[in-house]
């Protein structure tokens, strides 16, 4: 007897309450490659010796948050939209898959940009506590302050679940092929997600950089005036290698990143009855 598919809802819980759980792994990372990101000269030591190894964990809170709003929707709405598009019957063309985690990625980036914001001020050094970084935001920016860096979060989010879901579900079908695992295996899931952290890190690197820039603007301040000034100004003065600063941090976090998250998923699907991606 086949197993259903999970609805929205059951979907979209399941994916948040993984991604809640991973990000304490996987944020020590994004730490270290967003501080590589806004400071050119950033050492690692340097920043545990003066700010202490607990500062590894800054805006982890804001973090809990972001995964729950974001990657709620990034991941748990994937399958849904994309047997929506394609029905469950017969294989689904990559570029549907594709669309499918770009527009739950989209989506998901619109809920999440304001705990987004927050998270990349106190990864990059700001000290103050989430509640009062909120009301300082408040206060000097608005509600307009929460979604600074907003085109380039969801366009980086369209690149990055576009390129993770549909390079998963396509590197499960190849795996299962050359080694003869089945798609339900943990191994091949395993692997699958690994070469799915690779890929998106190619294709998103330039976008979570320039994102970074715009969401670490201060509070009182604006240093670029969108995706496009961003572009511009770090092309001029920096070259186009700025755009791959941190590269090997961002696949650091990424790759494990994308293989807990989709292997923790898979089996809480299959731990609580439903078919997996």
């Not at 730490?31 to 800054?58: A, C, H, I």
């Not at 394609?86 to 499918?100: A, R």
């Not at 860096?149 to 299962?176: H, P, Q, W």
């Given at each position: 007897?086949?197993?259903?598919?999970?609805?929205?809802?059951?979907?979209?819980?399941?994916?948040?309450?993984?991604?809640?759980?991973?990000?304490?792994?996987?944020?020590?990372?994004?730490?270290?490659?967003?501080?590589?990101?806004?400071?050119?000269?950033?050492?690692?030591?340097?920043?545990v010796k003066s700010e202490g190894l607990m500062s590894l964990y800054k805006g982890l809170q804001a973090a809990w948050l972001r995964e729950a709003s974001y990657?709620?929707?990034?991941?748990?709405?994937?399958?849904?939209?994309?047997?929506?598009?394609?029905?469950?019957?017969?294989?689904?063309?990559?570029?549907?898959?594709?669309?499918?985690?770009?527009?739950?990625?989209?989506?998901?980036?619109?809920?999440?940009?304001?705990?987004?914001?927050?998270?990349?001020?106190?990864?990059?050094?700001?000290?103050?506590?989430?509640?009062?970084?909120?009301?300082?935001?408040?206060?000097?920016?608005?509600?307009?302050g929460f979604y600074r860096g907003i085109e380039a979060n969801i366009m980086r989010a369209i690149v990055l679940n576009g390129t993770k879901m549909a390079c998963?579900?396509?590197?499960?079908?190849?795996?299962?092929?050359?080694?003869?695992?089945?798609?339900?295996?943990?191994?091949?899931?395993?692997?699958?997600?690994?070469?799915?952290?690779?890929?998106?890190?190619?294709?998103?690197?330039?976008?979570?950089?320039?994102?970074?820039?715009?969401?670490?603007?201060?509070?009182?301040?604006?240093?670029?005036?969108?995706?496009?000034?961003?572009?511009?100004?770090?092309?001029?003065?920096?070259?186009?290698?700025?755009?791959?600063?941190?590269?090997?941090p961002i696949w650091g976090r990424f790759a494990p990143q994308a293989t807990l998250q989709l292997l923790v998923f898979e089996q809480m699907l299959r731990l609580?009855?439903?078919?997996?991606?």
């Amino acid at each position: 007897m086949s197993k259903s598919k999970p609805g929205f809802l059951a979907s979209m819980g399941l994916a948040g309450g993984t991604a809640v759980i991973v990000v304490n792994a996987t944020h020590p990372i994004e730490v270290v490659k967003t501080r590589m990101q806004v400071n050119k000269g950033f050492s690692l030591g340097q920043m545990v010796k003066s700010e202490g190894l607990m500062s590894l964990y800054k805006g982890l809170q804001a973090a809990w948050l972001r995964e729950a709003s974001y990657t709620s929707v990034k991941l748990g709405a994937y399958g849904p939209i994309r047997d929506a598009i394609c029905g469950t019957q017969g294989p689904v063309p990559f570029h549907l898959k594709f669309l499918s985690g770009s527009m739950s990625g989209g989506i998901g980036s619109f809920f999440g940009n304001p705990f987004d914001v927050m998270k990349t001020m106190q990864m990059a050094g700001e000290k103050k506590s989430l509640p009062q970084l909120m009301a300082q935001m408040k206060r000097e920016q608005g509600m307009k302050g929460f979604y600074r860096g907003i085109e380039a979060n969801i366009m980086r989010a369209i690149v990055l679940n576009g390129t993770k879901m549909a390079c998963y579900d396509e590197a499960k079908s190849f795996v299962s092929r050359t080694t003869g695992f089945n798609r339900k295996d943990p191994r091949c899931q395993f692997l699958s997600a690994g070469i799915a952290g690779f890929c998106m890190t190619c294709t998103v690197a330039p976008f979570d950089m320039m994102r970074t820039r715009l969401m670490n603007q201060p509070t009182d301040a604006k240093l670029y005036n969108g995706f496009a000034d961003c572009f511009t100004k770090v092309l001029k003065n920096e070259g186009p290698l700025a755009f791959y600063r941190g590269f090997l941090p961002i696949w650091g976090r990424f790759a494990p990143q994308a293989t807990l998250q989709l292997l923790v998923f898979e089996q809480m699907l299959r731990l609580t009855g439903f078919a997996a991606l």
